[in-house]
């Protein structure tokens, strides 16, 4: 198994990067550019240190539970323009407004995402943790309660989080009193994204590629979160990039529906790998037959 250092690794993003965007302008699918996502326009906004208000947060959150457990191309077409936004779910939410979420009845708002065929399996049991459901408060009062308690709910995740974002994500994901129902770490990690934080959100497609199997930044097979975390840290700094899109270069060009260069046959989808275009095979640690008989034809 070869151990690939930080550098090569580097070079290979980068050239993915080329790689994608040549993919999307080929076939006029610029929306997919980073610089079109909700993530690097929240990122962007709290760079020129703009507030976000406790209906932003509430939005993130929702957005990242809409984005686990289905595929993206069901979200995807809710996502209007170059900004990212999805309008039509934010008006099932009433535009986020706290007072008027409070009031709703889970499966009501249950009903309608299956309306838009964004529902998962985990749909009903997120609509309850965001509302509440008599027996535990709701990620939108508990919310609105730190935004009255503190100057933001920024300020408060300065407190708890002491600057460090994996620190953060264990504060909001792991059993505690700052604990966010329904989120654990990738959707957690997802959520502060969705507010700006310029952070790696490190799913199965990304901790498979960077694992001993594939590009060998790891000794396991599958990275763990905080070690992916901190390997596309440092990929970031050496490319000058934020670390969200290094991230969603890596996530994209594994992605069904984007890249689809390394991709892993799921429930989802039965697409196979196309090791022979893939632009990391010449460091890639795969003894998979597919891939092997691909490069020998």
Not at 17 to 45: A, G, M, P, S, V
Not at 216 to 230: H, I, L
Request: with cysteine; proline share 2%; net charge neutral.
């Amino acid at each position: 198994m070869n151990c690939n250092s930080i550098e090569t690794i580097s070079k290979k993003v980068a050239d993915m990067d080329e790689y994608l965007r040549k993919l999307y302008y080929e076939n006029k699918l610029c929306k997919k550019l980073w610089e079109n996502t909700h993530i690097y326009h929240q990122i962007e906004k709290r760079k020129r240190q703009e507030q976000f208000n406790v209906e932003d947060h509430i939005r993130a959150v929702v957005y990242s539970m809409l984005s686990a457990g289905i595929q993206w191309n069901r979200v995807e077409k809710y996502i209007e323009g170059c900004s990212g936004e999805m309008p039509l779910v934010d008006k099932v939410f009433y535009n986020y407004c706290p007072e008027y979420i409070e009031k709703c009845n889970p499966n009501e708002l249950l009903d309608k995402i299956k309306e838009m065929g964004l529902a998962s399996i985990s749909t009903r049991k997120q609509m309850e943790a965001l509302i509440g459901n008599g027996c535990e408060t709701g990620i939108v009062k508990i919310m609105v309660e730190w935004g009255k308690k503190h100057k933001s709910i920024d300020d408060f995740y300065k407190d708890i989080g002491r600057d460090n974002h994996c620190t953060l994500i264990k504060q909001l994901s792991s059993n505690g009193e700052n604990k966010l129902r329904q989120l654990g770490p990738a959707l957690t990690a997802e959520y502060l994204r969705n507010v700006g934080y310029d952070l790696a959100k490190p799913d199965r497609h990304i901790r498979r590629i960077l694992g001993s199997d594939y590009l060998g930044c790891s000794e396991s097979k599958e990275t763990q979160f905080d070690e992916a975390m901190e390997i596309i840290y440092k990929i970031a700094e050496k490319l000058e990039k934020s670390v969200a899109e290094v991230d969603y270069i890596i996530w994209s060009y594994c992605a069904d529906g984007f890249g689809e260069i390394c991709v892993k046959p799921s429930r989802y989808s039965r697409k196979e790998p196309k090791c022979v275009k893939c632009v990391a095979r010449d460091i890639c640690n795969i003894n998979d037959d597919f891939g092997l008989n691909q490069l020998q034809h």
